[in-house]
């Protein structure tokens, strides 16, 4: 039997797991301890008894007792140690029965020995014992009734069959009953023992499953956020690019950079969303498609199409998918995963990730990395519309710009040209000498829109003195304000004038208005635009001009 039954164990992750109960251990401890106490009460004995022993029992009990005392201080191996105290206890026990038979304490000093071999051996050494102790006492008992020994105590009372037979009895049974109840209790304890170091070992074993676990949630969450981090970083630097392509070019690359895939193309699609372009790409292979023109056309298919359709991502992989679609421009992967790029429900275009790498992508790569597309989706969709407000203000700014410089060419054609001041306050000009050779004053364009509208020329009293930049910076601010107070004053009279529109119509039509009749409707009519526009002659006809014999009151004129 193997008394060992369990010893310290260790998990693989180095954290030491709580120790089971150690029969050897707890033996060892055991018989050390009992041999110190016998070394203390067996000087105690030697000195009560010292008076009644005699020279060789002296000899005797002293030659035990240096044994004892050696065994207990040497570092001895245990078995030599749980020989020598059984050996003295037997000593010790059957010269008692030598010296007083069965009237003394001989059998106590055999059953301690019997109980001492159940404890510290197996089963084989406890009979043994059981045996010799029986034997010893059987042997000294026939040879004493049998007169070949005699006991050697003083004054020992006669001995007959019945006193041996009951002794010798007593000493069997109660060695037997102690051998059964300690070999119960070693199996009970042996028993229990294991059913610990069983549960010992499921908990470490379940507590090392548990770390395990542990380590890789720890793990798989330290990826995801350094995922997220990654995805934040790349969203933070394209956040800030203007440029289509600029921002195209720098999602690709540093997607597969930070992500380590060796391959990353970006797809726009088309108005009706029926055919992929390929617009970006981080390997060399997708640039060189990039240059050749590449595409998609919708084909139910091809996995761009499901994605585009359902817009959800799609995640294929060449050992777990057998719908993997192998790209013949790209043979190597093994893994492929595409993101929809979509803003407000619409797919603008699609992100495709390929990875040497079998399981490379799951469904929380999916989660992450489809939050970095839709920033990238609406970063694009951001400059895309930036992009189109600044061609619409400068289409806006071109068209107000002509528009002014026709406004303001008519205008100046029916108006006087120029003002000047002088001396005697400000004059009309009416004659503009265009080449105005050797003119030495400071000369500044009115600038509206972009359109030069007219000029402001200032000249200095007293001769010529060069202007400052400071006062060059300061006339065309001046410049500026009048520019814009004539192109306001220039609205205020338009408004004006549209309003005394406003008011000849309504009062054209108000009086019109207050009659019924045909002919005073004309009549009155007739009247009032030649009152407005100061006309001679005003005529209203009404019915087709081709009529050949129109009635009188089908013509009416003032």
Not at 90 to 109: C, E, K, M, R, T
């Amino acid at each position: 039997m193997n008394n060992n039954i369990s010893s310290e164990r260790s998990t693989a992750s180095g954290i030491p797991q709580p120790t089971a109960f150690n029969y050897t251990e707890w033996r060892e401890r055991f018989i050390l301890t009992t041999l110190r106490i016998a070394c203390v009460l067996g000087v105690a004995l030697i000195a009560v008894s010292f008076s009644t022993l005699t020279f060789g029992e002296l000899i005797l009990f002293g030659v035990l007792y240096l044994v004892l005392l050696l065994v207990t201080i040497l570092p001895v191996r245990y078995t030599i140690r749980a020989i020598t105290l059984l050996f003295i206890t037997f000593a010790v026990g059957i010269d008692g029965i030598l010296l007083w038979g069965p009237w003394q304490d001989g059998n106590i000093f055999l059953l301690t020995g019997i109980i001492l071999s159940s404890l510290l051996f197996d089963r084989r050494v406890d009979f043994l014992a059981w045996g010799t102790g029986v034997l010893a006492a059987t042997t000294i008992a026939v040879l004493e009734q049998t007169g070949a020994y005699r006991l050697a105590g003083a004054n020992v009372p006669i001995t007959a069959p019945d006193d041996w037979t009951g002794y010798v009895g007593n000493f069997a049974i109660l060695g037997a009953l102690a051998l059964a109840a300690i070999g119960q209790f070693k199996n009970v304890l042996i028993q229990t023992t294991i059913r610990l170091e069983e549960t010992n070992n499921m908990l470490s074993t379940e507590k090392t499953d548990l770390q395990q676990i542990v380590r890789q949630r720890t793990d798989e969450l330290e990826m995801r956020t350094t995922q997220l981090r990654t995805s934040s970083n790349i969203a933070r630097t394209i956040s800030d690019i203007q440029a289509i392509t600029e921002l195209l070019d720098t999602a690709t690359q540093l997607v597969s950079e930070k992500f380590g895939y060796y391959h990353v193309g970006l797809f726009i699609l088309d108005e009706q969303g029926k055919t992929a372009f390929l617009q970006a790409a981080s390997s060399g292979t997708g640039k060189q498609l990039i240059q050749q023109g590449f595409r998609v056309e919708s084909d139910k298919k091809s996995p761009l199409t499901h994605v585009v359709t359902n817009n959800q991502p799609v995640i294929a992989s060449d050992i777990d998918n057998m719908d993997f679609v192998r790209d013949i421009n790209f043979p190597i992967t093994r893994s492929r995963m595409i993101l929809p790029l979509a803003v407000r429900g619409r797919v603008l275009g699609l992100l495709d990730m390929h990875s040497d790498q079998t399981r490379a992508f799951d469904t929380r790569d999916a989660e992450i990395l489809q939050t970095l597309a839709d920033l990238v989706a609406i970063s694009f969709d951001n400059v895309r519309l930036s992009n189109e407000t600044k061609s619409l203000l400068n289409q806006l700014e071109i068209s107000t710009s002509i528009q002014t410089q026709r406004t303001w060419s008519k205008l100046a054609a029916r108006q006087k040209p120029a003002y000047q001041y002088t001396p005697a306050g400000v004059r009309p000009i009416f004659s503009i000498d265009k080449k105005e050779v050797g003119y030495d004053g400071l000369r500044v364009p009115l600038v509206l829109h972009g359109q030069n509208i007219g000029t402001l020329k200032l000249k200095r009293q007293g001769g010529a003195r060069e202007w400052s930049e400071r006062e060059r910076v300061l006339v065309e601010k001046i410049a500026d304000q009048v520019a814009l107070a004539l192109e306001n004053s220039r609205l205020v009279d338009e408004a004006q004038k549209s309003a005394l529109r406003d008011q000849m119509i309504a009062n054209v039509s108000a009086r019109v208005r207050e009659t019924l009749d045909i002919e005073s409707v004309i009549r009155t009519a007739a009247t009032e635009l030649r009152r407005v526009f100061d006309l001679k002659e005003a005529e209203i006809t009404v019915g087709s001009p081709l009529a050949q014999a129109p009635s009188p009151k089908g013509q009416s004129g003032t």
